[in-house]
């Protein structure tokens, strides 16, 4: 697989996670839903009701941003320097261990992330009678759909960042030798 396939493939990739990430954040942090209680006695619910959901704007927020800069960088190196890096071949593997593990940050984050908001939400779908909580899913039935709406966004983005992650790591790992452990290829 040559280095312009690959690298139009992770750009590709990199650009549907950016824009999955945002549509979760968007959905997330957008979502409103009023109900009148009793007469003139009005609840909002919104994703300020449920931390995990707020974290969840903001990790996909900072996610879809990282995706952003690594997709800028990677195209300005493609550009500059005809696709490859300037500098040594130390400068090369530095580069490509750092964006490996960056990537495999945001991985991680953003699956917790996702995660936590499901659980919570779950829960907010379910109730729990041990706690006297009500389910909140029961009274604003129209929030907790785009708020399914948005995890499912969130694991498809989750998947996308792991491909994205298993790119990362092959550009980084075909830098060594295969016959020997953690060595350099030589050239």
């Known amino acids: 697989m040559g280095n312009g396939i690959m690298g139009k493939n992770e750009a590709f990739l990199r650009v549907s996670a950016i824009l999955v ?76 261990w750092v964006c490996f593990l960056l990537d495999q940050i945001a991985v991680y984050i953003t699956v917790a992330a996702n995660t936590a908001a499901l659980g919570a939400s779950l829960l907010a779908l379910t109730g729990e009678e041990a706690f006297q909580w009500t389910k909140v899913c029961d009274r604003f039935t129209r929030f907790c759909i785009q708020i399914g709406g948005s995890l499912l966004c969130g694991c498809v983005a989750c998947i996308l960042m792991a491909v994205i992650s298993s790119v990362s790591a092959f550009k980084l790992f075909r830098l060594y030798s295969p016959k020997l452990f953690l060595r350099l290829k030589t050239r």
């Open 21 to 96: 990430l945002v549509l979760t954040a968007c959905l997330v942090g957008l979502n409103t839903q009023t109900k009148t209680i009793i007469f003139t006695i009005q609840k909002k619910a919104t994703f300020n009701d449920m931390d995990a959901l707020v974290i969840l704007v903001y990790v996909a927020s900072v996610a879809a941003g990282y995706n952003l800069l690594q997709l800028l960088y990677k195209s300005s190196a493609s550009v500059c320097y005809g696709g490859k890096f300037e500098g040594s071949e130390t400068h090369n593997i530095y580069m490509a």
